[in-house]
């Protein structure tokens, strides 16, 4: 496959990256982070909610083990979709290693889609395709980052409330699990919990309590839900 129809392949990832990309530079300038943190963020984090919520918490002065904990309880995700894809991993040479680092949402969506036309490719041919795919979607969410934060240091406008952008981000995030798995227990769940922790825990543990009592009542009640 040629370069040009690989991106026309990522090609709704790309419309889909600039834009949150740019909203998350948008929101990390406006608390004052450089150009420099914010192209660092997307290069090493490249977690989409995760940046979001790693600025987040920053601002509101969380430690390191919490924001450490936060996001890997964020991005747990992330290792079911190397597990799922490690036939096809272990079928690939060197470059296997940034493409399980690049799994995202999106490319995790994109790759298994692909899988029947992959399985026809040599070990070579397989994974540069790959990598391709993940380097293209990377770098689309690198621009946007950059082109965000661009934006927020040339035009001048009132930018409050921008940081409402990762409560809409979450939501939409819900909306979309819900629909995936209509299960109301564990969204009548989650809203008591969101609950508890909005009452009666501070604002700089209230992510980390969220997701932590979450997975614990998951846990020991997972034959109920």
Known sequence: MKQENIFILTLPI???????????????????????????????????????????????????????????ILNFRHFFYTLALITDLKGMNFLKHYIMFSLTDETFALLSAQRNELIKLNRAQKSWRVFWICFLNQNYWIIGSILGFLFQKNVKIDYSGVEFSLNALFIVLTYELFKQNPNLKILLGTCCIALIALFFIDKSYMFAFCLALAIFLLFIGRKYV
């Not at 929101?27 to 004052?32: F, Q």
């Not at 982070?33 to 090493?44: A, G, P, R």
């Not at 909610?49 to 924001?67: D, K, M, P």
Request: hydrophobic fraction near 65%; aromatic fraction near 16%.
């Open 14 to 72: 790309f419309m889909g990256y600039i834009s949150l990309g740019a909203a998350f530079g948008i929101l990390a300038s406006s608390n004052g982070f450089s150009l420099f943190e914010v192209v660092l963020s997307s290069l090493i984090v490249y977690a989409g909610a995760g940046q979001f919520v790693l600025v987040a918490l920053i601002v509101s002065g969380a430690g390191f083990l919490e924001i450490f904990i936060t996001l890997f």
